[in-house]
């Protein structure tokens, strides 16, 4: 089965303008808007530029962000807990160049996933051979570090918590001049390694538990995943053992998430496409429902060029984060791919990169913005993401393997060396 056909270097200058198609970027919103929309949003500012990849709740209400805030000291990875509001309660430097990914533990506690890159991860001029190590670590309510293990070799980019207390852990191992190959290993709640597999599928990105005991992994084939990317989806079983891969070109898959029907998968699609005349590359957020065979179930382009994050509303559907153009955006859709709200905060530079589901129906979101100039981390809460606060504006996509239309409205056209802004690490 195929779908469709056939960390950057630093801070990137501007170097390409944006061709953005006439119906693109009309007011805030990329679909109807979200109402009740935005219910708090906050900055944070933790050095030079400061950027957040990962967002859970906590017991109490409130929340924990991962990511970085570069230039104050050596180690950049940055953990802060805020109440519900937003305000922070304590930050915690942790050892690396930044927190890939958070998963929660019982007890208020949380596995949290940090990586260092040789040379700095944002002056390194050569990401496809670079070399590194993680750490995997139990941070408990107060920020102190119960265990830390080291992945000597390997960069983790994503975590998760299973049922029986265990950890799962993905991404790739630096290999510099022999490619590169996706691991995936399982750890116990004291930090003890179970079992580590590896394969020769691609980057792994994303990682995405069932509740039968089997994973979802899938990522890009190489480390480098600007547009035009290919892309792969794998389920192992609960030991790690390959059930099957699927390619998926001309994507660029960057999360995933389980589905009552297998797994919803998500990222950017791209393919060239005829422009009053003028072929061009084109590059529009997209989204897919797998089952657990691996065959297309749904497939849809949405507004924007990518998504980074997806989390379930009950009831609803699923809420995604990403970017349109340069600006952050979410938006919403039901279980068949159709956007049901959205809201683009298009009055600044920024991007979403996280994205968590309270248990009230709402959802905060997390990214970095530069709304006061300087680059902040940036976390928005919002509320009442409910059935009746939203109306469809389309209907549900086709279900046809390998094909996908590209509306328009949804797409943004662009050179192939597309200014990212400050983007995934």
């Known amino acids: ?6 960390w950057m270097n630093g801070y990137l200058k501007w170097a390409i303008s944006l061709v953005l198609i006439s119906a693109m970027l009309v007011g805030a919103g990329g679909a109807a808007p979200i109402s009740p929309m935005e219910q708090w949003n906050a900055t944070f500012n933790e050095g030079t530029f400061t950027d957040f990849f990962a967002v859970e709740g ?16 050596d180690d950049s990875a940055v953990l802060i807990r805020t109440d519900g509001s937003g305000a922070v309660e304590w930050t915690v430097r942790m050892g690396g160049d930044s927190v890939a990914a958070l998963a929660p533990l019982d007890g208020d ?20 051979n670079a070399t590194g190590l993680s750490h995997l670590s139990l941070i408990g309510p107060d920020g102190t570090t119960v265990w830390d293990q080291t992945l000597e070799g390997k960069r983790v980019t994503d975590v998760a918590a299973l049922p029986d207390g265990s950890i799962a852990v993905t991404g790739w191992v630096w290999n510099p001049g ?6 995936l290993a399982l750890y116990d709640g004291s930090g003890t390694e179970t079992w580590t597999r590896t394969y020769d599928a691609g980057a792994a990105r994303t990682l995405a538990p069932a509740p039968d005991g089997s994973l979802y992994i899938g990522g890009t084939l190489g480390v480098l995943d600007d547009p035009p990317c290919t892309s792969w989806i794998m389920r192992t079983d609960s030991t790690g053992n390959s059930l099957w891969t699927h390619e998926l070109p001309d994507r660029s898959l960057f999360t995933s998430l389980h589905s009552d029907d297998g797994c919803l998968l998500s990222g950017s699609m791209s393919g060239p496409q005829d422009i009053n005349g003028t072929t061009m590359l084109l590059t529009t957020a997209w989204a897919a429902e797998i089952d657990d065979a691996g065959d297309l179930i749904w497939e849809t382009d949405l507004p924007g060029v990518e998504m980074n994050s997806a989390a379930t509303l009950p009831g609803t559907g699923y809420i995604l984060a990403g970017r349109w153009g340069d600006s952050p955006q979410v938006q919403i859709i039901d279980g068949n ?9 298009d009055g600044w530079d920024g991007r979403f990169s996280a994205i968590f589901a309270t248990q009230d129906g709402g959802a905060v979101t ?7 100039g300087a680059v902040e981390g940036w976390a ?34 662009i050179a192939p ?3 990212r802004g400050l983007r995934r690490r």
């Open 1 to 6: 089965m195929q779908i469709g056909e056939g």
């Open 58 to 73: 906590t017991d109490d209400g409130g929340y924990l962000l991962g990511g970085f805030g570069y230039g104050v000291e």
């Open 109 to 128: 506690a949380y596995a949290v996933a940090t990586y260092s890159v040789d040379g700095g991860f944002l002056s390194n001029s050569d990401p496809a």
């Open 178 to 183: 022999n490619g590169v190959g996706a691991f």
């Open 337 to 345: 791919g159709a956007v049901l709200g959205g809201e683009v905060w």
């Open 366 to 372: 997390t990214g970095w913005s530069r709304m006061s």
């Open 380 to 413: 928005v809460s919002l509320a009442g993401l409910s059935p009746s606060a939203t109306t469809p504006e389309s209907p549900a996509p086709t279900a046809t393997p390998g094909f996908l239309i590209i509306s328009a409205g949804a797409a943004i056209a």
């Open 417 to 419: 060396l597309l200014h």
